[in-house]
């Protein structure tokens, strides 16, 4: 089983709509967690930390559940701008080391 | 400007040939990382350093090397004993407070 796992995707959503990903790790140790985001040929941007009380940023909210070790993001009123593919980082250990998921790919429709 | 730096952009190898990355970054940060990432896939992990004069192996090391001579500096080198070595490499650094990684733009590598 992979440390990181994410939604297989591809999203292919209309401009306006809601979008949830999921993403689950195996390492219940894991301390911290990350949204980024990667436009094609384009290095990952770091989106949004996650916290343990949920956290919003405009349209963006993040969530985590550590009971069951998946972190979420909602995307609401999609934008065409919003295409792109959203990659969910752990971090463990005293190393503090960085493990991604592999990434869902999202495509907002006009 | 305050950042990571990776060169060349674009890089063409000859089967059988080593070739070097460069990553340098003016962040002052400790760690540092190369991860490779194929079309359509995800990030792997090939090495990373937490200080100077270290490193450790990651995912898929084999194939390639490092050094970290400086704070600065983080040079991944792929040999030819690395017989896929066609993909887009991305260097990452990483603030030990904070933990958020930042990247450099990339080097596509690819094999003629």
């Known amino acids: 089983r992979k440390e990181v796992e994410q939604d297989p995707g591809p999203f292919n959503v209309p401009e306006g709509a809601t979008v949830a990903f999921n993403c689950t790790y195996s390492n219940s140790a894991s301390q911290s967690f990350f949204w980024y985001r990667q436009d094609c040929r384009k290095e990952p941007k770091l989106l949004m930390s996650?916290?343990?009380s949920g956290n919003e940023d405009g349209r963006f909210t993040a969530q985590l559940n550590r009971a069951s070790q998946y972190i979420s993001l909602l995307i609401r009123d999609s934008k065409l701008s919003d295409s792109a593919t959203y990659l969910c980082?752990?971090?463990?250990?005293?190393?503090?080391?960085?493990?991604f998921g592999s990434g869902t790919q999202l495509t907002v429709l006009p | 400007d305050g950042g990571i730096t990776q060169s060349p952009k674009y890089l063409f190898r000859k089967e059988g040939q080593n070739v070097t990355l460069s990553c340098e970054q003016n962040?002052?940060?400790?760690?540092m990382y190369w991860y490779r990432q194929d079309p359509g896939q995800g990030l792997r992990l090939i090495y990373y350093?937490?200080?100077?004069?270290?490193?450790q192996k990651g995912d898929i090391a084999e194939g390639y090397s490092v050094s970290r001579e400086k704070k600065e500096s983080f040079p991944l080198t792929v040999t030819s004993a690395q017989k896929n070595p066609t993909a887009f490499y991305l260097c990452a650094t990483q603030d030990r407070r904070n933990t958020e990684a930042f990247f450099g733009q990339g080097t596509r590598l690819t094999v003629v």
């Open positions: 350093s937490q200080i100077v004069n270290d490193f």
């Open positions: 996650v916290y343990s």
């Open positions: 962040l002052n940060h400790d760690a």
């Open positions: 980082v752990v971090i463990k250990g005293s190393a503090r080391q960085l493990t």
